[in-house]
């Protein structure tokens, strides 16, 4: 299997409900940085995986609509503990949706499968896998 990375970053505020979350129940920040693993079998005829230019401005285009959010505001998220697992997988499917319309070309309807990998810190991350 073949595979590119492309990354970015996020910054969000939001707090969680449940005591696991203990002091993040509490409205913080959160700085993520982003990388969208594209993958697929075989290379395409140009001999890569996805445009890595395409890749990098359709996730730099999915992280812009939620940076800079609290997103306790934002109304997909209404009740919902928006974890790092939990972004990971809508920054994944946003993706998703833009592969499946075409935005990271032709090439890339050969894509196998995505991984979207939020890192909080240097010690901790959360991944989303899909296929394509």
């Given amino acids: 299997m073949f595979s590119i990375t492309v990354r970015d970053h996020i910054m969000v505020a939001h707090s ?8 993040a129940q509490r409205l913080h920040g959160a700085t993520f940085l982003v990388d969208a693993t594209f993958r697929r079998e075989e290379l395409d005829e140009d001999n890569i995986v996805v445009d890595i230019s395409l890749a990098t401005r359709e996730l730099g285009a999915v ?12 109304p997909d998220f209404a009740g919902v503990n928006t974890s790092t697992e939990f972004l990971a997988k809508i920054v994944a499917d946003r993706l998703a949706e833009r ?11 050969g894509l196998a499968g995505l991984t979207v990998t939020l890192h909080e810190s240097h010690v901790a991350w959360a991944s989303y896998e899909r296929a394509l």
């Fill in 99 to 109: 592969v499946h319309q075409g935005a990271l070309g032709e090439g890339a309807r």
């Fill in 63 to 74: 992280v812009a609509e939620l940076n800079y959010r609290n997103l306790d505001n934002e």
């Fill in 16 to 23: 969680f409900r449940g005591d696991v979350f203990g002091p």
